[in-house]
């Protein structure tokens, strides 16, 4: 099994529509959790921490089901600005991180 | 705002030819690592980095591979003799402390073996 599974898409989500979506998870050790946005050719940029309790930013909102081992990430009223690739990450060792492939969504005018 | 800068951005180099790539990784921070991807696959761990060793690297990370931190801000990563396989984006990237800490990570250097 995949340390991190997630699938592609793309996702196609018009202007102001909400999106949501998740990951799974292999290693039931795992201890913190983020989601980090990566553009095209560009370097993954932190998006936010996964808590237990869940958390909130603005617009996005991340919840962490321990007993299922799935992360989900839940973006609403979609920017234009929100297109690129979503991906799901995991501390699996002490500071080793395994990403999944990512969440590709296109926000569509 | 504090960022890891990375050089050089673009590194065409021939196969079996041996390059260095260079992090400046965020000055409080106390450990650092080295990923790379492959255009159109996933980021991968290659090894991490801190109190002047390697506290852990993937099966990717062989022999010729090697890391240094040659002065108090420069974190390097060395590939003694390239291949074909090894085009790929290498990002560099450091945290705070490890486990919960969150990584950042600069803008990547991208290399193409020929």
Known sequence: ?109 | EPEVTQTPSHQVTQMGQEVILRCVPISNHLYFYWYRQILGQKVEFLVSFYNNEISEKSEIFDDQFSVERPDGSNFTLKIRSTKLEDSAMYFCASSTDRGVYEQYFGPGTRLTVT
């Open chain 1, 1 to 109: 099994r995949k340390e991190v599974e997630q699938d592609p898409g793309p996702f196609n989500v018009p202007e102001g529509a909400t999106v949501a979506f998740n990951c799974t998870y292999s290693n039931s050790a795992s201890q913190s959790f983020f989601w980090y946005r990566q553009d095209c050719r560009k370097e993954p940029k932190l998006l936010m921490s996964v808590y237990s309790s869940g958390n909130e930013d603005g617009r996005f909102t991340a919840q962490l089901n321990r007993a299922s081992q799935y992360i989900s990430l839940l973006i609403r009223d979609s920017k234009l600005s929100d297109s690129a690739t979503y991906l799901c990450v995991v501390n699996i060792a002490n500071n080793r991180l395994a990403f999944g492939k990512g969440n590709q969504v296109v926000v569509i005018p």
